[in-house]
């Protein structure tokens, strides 16, 4: 029980064009998902948490005009990348809480390499 | 300084060995502890979890949290060459931050045949 699924697993873009990287629950129902990025030998940062029905919240120094986040059922939450650059080169990871659970457990995708050409 | 601060090592240890792990954080309003391991281009996975301080045993893991000394450990028994990942602690502090994780940099555990 408990996984979560991204799609895709890697993706190559050019720079300028938007990606967009799914996380499915597929198992449960998530109110809740949360979007991280990690890059090389670095730990996970946390970049926004999504909610179900209503907008994202971002962490300091993200910016929400570039990652479009949208959450628009219990078991889905997509990631837009907009006029993807270099930079935004990075392992993409989702996770995600079981609704009408109180306790704090997250359960993680297998991530989304980005490159951006 | 960085919320949860954790030894990347690198760690190498023989097969068999006792693998000590720890971070260390500075909110005391921290009162989720997690340890998480993650394999090379995969996402983590929970390995234990545990709320304000003591010890939580499953199988060959031990998780202690100390939050007097605001000290969180994860020992190994009996390390496999399996083991060999990267093992991220994570905290979160309940309440208006609910479910945000901060993790610590991850140390990366090779075991050795």
């Known amino acids: 029980g408990a996984v979560v699924s991204q799609h895709p697993s890697w993706v190559i873009c050019k720079s300028g064009t938007s990606v967009k990287i799914e996380c499915r629950s597929l198992d449960f129902q998530a109110t809740t998902m949360f979007w991280y990025r990690q890059f090389p030998k670095q730990s996970l940062m946390l970049m926004a948490t999504s909610n179900e029905g209503s907008k994202a919240t971002y962490e300091q120094g993200v910016e929400k005009d570039k990652f479009l986040i949208n959450h628009a059922s219990l078991t889905l939450s997509t990631l837009t990348v907009t006029s993807a650059h270099p930079e935004d080169s990075s392992f993409y990871i989702c996770?995600?809480?079981?609704?009408?659970?109180?306790?704090?457990?997250?359960?993680f995708g297998p991530g989304t390499r980005l490159t951006v050409l | 300084q960085k919320e949860v601060e954790q030894d990347p090592g690198p760690l190498s240890v023989p097969e068999g060995a006792i693998v000590s792990l720890n971070c260390t954080y500075s909110n005391s309003a921290f009162q989720y502890f997690m340890w998480y391991r993650q394999y090379s281009r995969k996402g983590p996975e929970l390995l234990m979890y545990t709320y304000s301080s003591g010890n939580k045993e499953d199988g060959r893991f031990t998780a202690q949290v100390d939050k007097s000394s605001k000290y969180i450990s994860l020992f190994i028994r009996d390390s496999q060459p399996s083991d060999s990942a990267t093992y991220l602690c994570a905290v979160n502090a309940g309440g208006t931050s609910y479910g945000k994780l901060t993790f610590g940099q991850g140390t990366i555990l090779t075991v050795h045949p």
């Open positions: 996770s995600a809480r079981i609704a009408m659970r109180g306790d704090h457990e997250q359960f």
